[in-house]
């Protein structure tokens, strides 16, 4: 268990639909990001937040793609009209207590038909 | 811009048998360096971190690697394998940006696959 839930497990839409991630951190953690996972690649970074703050984006991060984080707590991505291209893993993490150790949530698999 | 290279794309080994896992990287300065595993469909677990100090490094689950600076590498490695290894491992090289964010950025990761 590393602390960090993700809802929902899986999720198929349509292409135009939009669809909304949910990341809860068990505890309470200052800094949480958001990754991306497509088929056969690494994890890239997409945002982060310090407490509830937005602090970084990602260039991947299109105007389509939105993320809060209201109160410091748990997260939502959320991602208007989905594009077959925004099929993939995406990962919820937080940092440890000195922020250079990520603990990843086993992640929401999205598939756009 | 830092970047990781993992060569092997798919490796099988035999339970039992010793395991290295390859991986360079690319990064102007003292790197900190991560190993993470993900099974299928899961999210990813940290195996192991170098930041300073022993380049040797142990791990969860009997895993360790070694940084070598002067072959800008961190290989993973296991004396013996079980079937439970049987998984995607990544090697990744963390960075702090300007905005104060901790970044990190992942190899394309090597899926090992065990022969019982």
């Known amino acids: 268990d590393t602390g960090v839930s993700q809802n929902p497990r899986h999720k198929i839409t349509k292409r135009g639909q939009n669809v909304t991630f949910r990341c809860d951190p068990i505890s309470e953690h200052n800094r949480l990001y958001w990754y991306r996972q497509t088929l056969g690649q690494g994890p890239e970074f997409l945002t982060y937040f310090q407490n509830e703050a937005q602090l970084e984006k990602s260039r991947l991060l299109s105007d389509r793609f939105s993320a809060e984080r209201p109160k410091g707590s748990f997260s939502t991505l959320e991602i208007q009209r989905t594009e077959q291209g925004d099929s993939a893993m995406y990962l919820c993490?937080?940092?440890?207590?000195?922020?250079?150790?990520?603990?990843f949530g086993s992640g929401t698999q999205l598939s756009v038909l | 811009a830092q970047s990781v290279t993992q060569p092997d794309i798919h490796i099988t080994v035999s339970e039992g048998a010793s395991l290295e896992l390859r991986c360079n990287y690319s990064?102007?300065?003292?790197?900190?360096l991560f190993w993470y595993v993900q099974s299928p469909g899961q999210g990813l677990q940290l195996l192991l971190k170098?930041?300073?100090?022993?380049?040797l490094v142990q791990g969860i689950k009997g895993f360790e690697a070694e940084f070598k600076r002067s072959q800008s590498s961190f290989n993973l490695r296991k004396p013996s394998v079980h079937w439970s290894d049987a998984a995607e491992y990544f090697c990744a090289v963390g960075v702090h940006s300007g905005a104060g964010s901790y970044q990190l950025t992942f190899g394309k990761g090597t899926k090992l696959s065990v022969i019982p």
């Open positions: 170098y930041f300073s100090g022993d380049t």
């Open positions: 993490a937080i940092a440890g207590p000195i922020g250079e150790k990520l603990f």
């Open positions: 990064y102007g300065a003292t790197p900190y």
